[in-house]
């Protein structure tokens, strides 16, 4: 008789934005697809499901999408009733398990193994934190482990789906597939020999001044903003119109799109401006130039984060090159005008394209984090 399929509850309250949905969901489906888990996914607001995986009814209690269960985390969901906790239960990003599931995983013999899936930096405290344990004060010897994702081997890796890299070199040399890709999101394909530049980030970015810079680039641009604060500022950009055309930059406010399309937009750009922690990692996956809207908080760590980063992404790059690409990004993140660091870093595109492919070479060198959690659930034992 075969044994049952492992069983992972993967918990995730939703803060703000797409981010944390989008990366609970990555990850329960690379479990479920990839290491035939059999995963139940608890999320406390189906609307942005709704808005990743269109299919995702945000009204429905319980349905499956894309092969895994998918729960509408009520308060109470497990108050009073026999609750049946999972082999391996994931919360993310500190959302805190709710207290009778906990008490659950206390009685229960063996322990459930209990893992805390952390955000992503690039800081290097991360390494001497990843994988730690920490028993729990009250149900001790119950145990949970952080898990940190990260750039490096002493990390929990990047989410990375097996077949991501062989999907995008399928795409990235099919001009027929991106042709279509095009006419389906814009109506039209972009100019022959175009900057292609996708637009995703957070109010307070210096959008109106990177799209007049843009005009100055030597050819003809072609920029695409899925629906929010890009496309409200392509929109006022082009004057009230949701497409148009100024100064050889042709700008186009479109709907957002699933995660799937997403990617491909990614992939289909030169050079792609990202944001929060999902888009940050599918951009580095595009292979292509990115420029990163760190989710800024309140106590401006996110300046340190976005250092940190910075620091491994241009370490490989020539200092002269390396100056021009973080000059934009902080420039970028301040929300400042970019006259004059806009100039500098289009002169630096190529160089930055070479860069981009080899960076996401070296990252794919790492086992994907789905891999690596299983393994590291494995070894837990239980
Ligand atoms: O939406 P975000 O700003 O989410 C952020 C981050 O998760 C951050 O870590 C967290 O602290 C903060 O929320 C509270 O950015 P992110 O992480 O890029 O998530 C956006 C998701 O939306 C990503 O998976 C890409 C996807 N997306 C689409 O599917 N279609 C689209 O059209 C666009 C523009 C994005």
């Given at each position: ?181 095009w ?5 039209a394909a972009p100019p022959e020999g175009a900057l292609k530049v ?16 843009l005009?100055?680039h030597?050819g003809p641009v072609w920029v695409v ?20 055309e100024?100064?050889g930059v042709s ?17 289909a750009c030169d050079l ?111």
């Open positions: 008789m075969t044994a049952r399929p492992e069983r992972w509850d993967v918990f995730c309250r939703v803060v703000d934005n797409f981010g944390d949905v989008a990366v609970a969901l990555r990850l329960a489906r690379c479990l479920a697809r990839e290491h035939g888990k059999a995963v139940r996914l608890l999320l406390d607001d189906l609307t942005v499901l709704a808005r990743l995986r269109p299919e995702a009814d945000p009204a429905l209690a319980r349905q499956e999408i894309d092969g895994i269960a998918v729960w509408r985390w009520d308060a109470g969901l497990f108050e009073g009733g026999a609750v049946e906790v999972a082999d391996v239960v994931v919360e993310t990003f500190g959302c805190d398990t709710p207290e009778p599931y906990v008490r659950a995983m206390a009685a229960r013999d063996p322990h459930p193994r209990w893992i805390n899936l952390e955000y992503l930096s690039a800081e290097e405290w991360v390494e001497g934190s990843h994988a730690l344990p920490s028993p729990h004060p009250k149900y001790a010897p119950l145990t949970r482990h952080f898990f940190f994702p990260g750039f490096t081997a002493r990390t929990g890796g990047l989410l990375r789906e097996r077949d991501l890299l062989d999907r995008r070199d399928a795409f990235q040399a099919d001009r027929a597939a991106q042709a279509a890709f006419r389906l999101l814009a109506g996708s637009l995703f980030g957070y109010a307070g970015a210096p959008y109106d001044s990177l799209l007049t810079a005009t100055r030597a903003a899925p629906e929010g604060v890009a496309a409200a500022a392509v929109t006022a950009w082009l004057r009230g119109n949701p497409a148009g100024r100064g700008a186009h406010a479109v709907p957002f799109v699933d995660q799937g399309r997403y990617d491909e937009l990614l992939w792609n401006f990202v944001r929060g922690e999902d888009s940050f990692v599918r951009a580095q996956w595009a292979a292509r130039p990115f420029v990163w809207h760190i989710y800024p908080t309140d106590d401006n760590a996110h300046w340190v984060k976005l250092a940190a980063f910075l620091a491994r992404y241009t370490a490989g790059m020539d200092r002269a090159h390396a100056v021009k690409v973080t000059a934009l990004w902080e420039a970028w993140n301040r929300g400042d005008a970019l006259g004059k660091a806009w100039p500098a870093f289009d002169a630096a595109l190529p160089v930055a394209a070479a860069h981009a492919e080899e960076w996401a070479g070296r990252l794919a060198l790492q086992p994907d984090l789905a891999t690596q959690l299983a393994g590291f659930a494995a070894g837990l034992g239980g």
